[in-house]
């Protein structure tokens, strides 16, 4: 049974950092696509960043890029969110998933993703 188990999540200022990690197990994590997602009160789901199963170029949405980065230590099974320069509307729960099957290509939405976390908060104060 597949696990997946987030942390890191919390309250920050305005222009303050949070690392949020993803701890995957029952499944061949480094055989998967991963992606961070996030849902605001009173909004949908909307993918934040992607990353394919070989760590090639991820994606990121317009609202995030150049401010969080995200990668992956298949050695850990672990997910990694870097999140920068944090903005009041970054506020939300962020799940981490995985891909229905192994081998895939980074998706820009959350269509391909089986595998879901309970999610972490993070709230940030301006």
């Known amino acids: 049974q597949v696990h997946l188990v987030e942390s890191g999540g919390g309250l920050v200022q305005a222009g303050g950092s949070l690392r949020l990690s993803c701890a995957a197990s029952?499944?061949?994590?480094?055989?998967?696509?991963m992606g961070w997602f996030r849902q605001a009160p009173g909004k949908e789901r909307e993918i934040v960043a992607a990353i394919s199963w070989n760590g090639g170029t991820p994606y990121y949405a317009d609202s995030t890029k150049g401010r969080f980065t995200i990668s992956r230590d298949d050695a850990k099974s672990t997910l990694y969110l870097q999140m920068n320069n944090l903005k009041p509307e970054d506020t939300a729960v962020y799940s981490c998933?995985?891909?229905?099957?192994?081998?895939?290509?980074?998706?820009?939405?959350?269509?391909?993703?089986?595998?879901w976390g309970q999610g972490t908060q993070v709230t940030v104060s301006s």
């Open positions: 998933a995985a891909d229905s099957l192994p081998f895939g290509v980074v998706s820009t939405t959350q269509l391909p993703f089986k595998f």
């Open positions: 029952g499944l061949s994590f480094k055989d998967y696509a």
